[in-house]
């Protein structure tokens, strides 16, 4: 007769299977902190950008110098955001009743290139001309960031026309102090901006980016830029900035 035993496990298996539990704990272990360490810091993001969701129509302190106050008796229609390259300042304008009044400002922490419109793909150049709003993205790596829709109708002209490709892409406002071709506002600036925007909706929001004030001085050229159509671009971008009108 065959005697029925049941099969049991050497010592050697049996240091086997407790060294693979092990490992799987360990990996979930790893698993779980991992999360922990991309969740938390977007949830504080969020979380911060959800404490500045407030009316427009009031104020909320800003990073910089202390702001203008922002007047409660009638609704913002618009917003505009003016980037200036060289003076390395940003402005944010709120329309109401078809008047213009600034409503934030922002030193520019970063913005990669000099003087010029953006041409080529990795040229680094902040462009210039008149964008919107593409895309909001609150996972970014650079803390937030709100993509601009270039390259525009106009830099797709003028490339067609200079007999150029590969315009780039993927250019942006966000938080941190580091650039690429983007412009960099800090994260507590970028916060503030970032909730105001989607309060307001991208759809409602103009950036307006040039190499200097239009406003106060003739345009920062670039010497070693020979373009047919600076000076048109130029014209088109101190006319957009003419209503933006900062008074004492």
């Known amino acids: ?70 007047r409660r008796d009638a609704a913002i229609a618009q917003l505009a955001i003016l980037v200036f390259k060289s003076e390395k300042r940003m402005e944010v304008w709120a329309s109401r009743a078809e008047k213009w009044s600034l409503l934030r400002e922002y030193p ?4 990669s290139g000099g003087a010029g419109p953006k041409l080529i793909e990795g040229d680094r150049q902040v462009p ?6 593409a895309e909001m993205n609150p996972h970014s790596r650079f803390h937030l960031s709100m993509k601009l829709d270039y390259p525009n109708a106009f830099d797709k002209a003028k490339a067609v026309a200079d007999g150029r490709t590969r315009l780039g892409g993927d250019i942006c406002i ?3 102090n580091c650039s690429i071709g983007c412009v960099a506002i800090g994260d507590p600036a970028i916060e503030d901006l970032y909730a105001l925007v989607e309060r307001m909706g991208p759809a409602s929001v103009k950036i307006i980016i040039a190499p200097n004030d239009l406003r106060e001085h003739i345009p920062v050229k670039n010497p070693y830029l020979k373009l ?3 000076g048109e671009l130029y014209e088109m971008l101190g006319s957009e900035l003419k209503p933006f009108i900062r008074r004492p």
Request: charged content about 15%; proline content about 8%.
């Open 1 to 70: 007769m065959f005697e029925h035993r049941i099969p049991t496990y050497s010592t050697p298996r049996r240091g086997l299977t407790v060294a693979l539990c092990l490992l799987a704990l360990a990996a979930l272990y790893a698993g779980f902190r991992y999360w922990n360490s991309v969740r938390l810091p977007i949830e504080k993001t969020q979380n911060a950008v959800l404490a500045k969701r407030v009316d427009v129509n009031g104020t909320v302190p800003s990073p910089s110098a202390p702001q203008p106050a922002a």
């Open 108 to 111: 520019v922490l970063a913005a």
């Open 128 to 133: 210039e001309g008149v964008y919107r709003v």
């Open 174 to 176: 966000h938080g941190k």
């Open 228 to 230: 047919t159509w600076i």
